[in-house]
């Protein structure tokens, strides 16, 4: 477990963020019950975001999209997450791109 996380984080400091995604995925599925698990969802939701923040425009919707999706199950399981400041600001940011309003959004789904 322990180098699956650091290798997957170590895609994400090197700002490699298509494969910190594809890595945070796979130890996030190998490893559910990990300690690190809050960690690698946060790692991946940034790398989600920053990946879209940074594609081409024919691509940034559908990947604000999934930033969106991974935005809600982080939320689902880590409601009060001590990265819920940086994941309101990921979420707004995307709602933003999506043209959501956020207080819409959060009342269809409390």
Do not use: C, G, W
Not at 49 to 65: G, M, T
Not at 78 to 97: H, L
């Amino acid at each position: 477990m322990e180098k699956s996380y650091l290798s997957a984080r170590l895609y994400y400091n090197m700002k490699q963020y298509k494969a910190a995604i594809t890595a945070l995925t796979n130890s996030l599925k190998e490893y559910s019950e990990s300690k690190y698990r809050e960690e690698m969802m946060y790692l991946r939701l940034h790398s989600l975001y920053l990946y879209a923040e940074k594609s081409i425009p024919a691509r940034q919707r559908e990947r604000f999209q999934e930033t969106l999706d991974d935005y809600f199950s982080f939320m689902e399981e880590y409601p009060e997450s001590k990265y819920s400041k940086e994941v309101q600001k990921i979420y707004d940011s995307t709602a933003r791109y999506l043209n959501i309003n956020p207080a819409d959004n959060l009342e269809n789904n409390e």
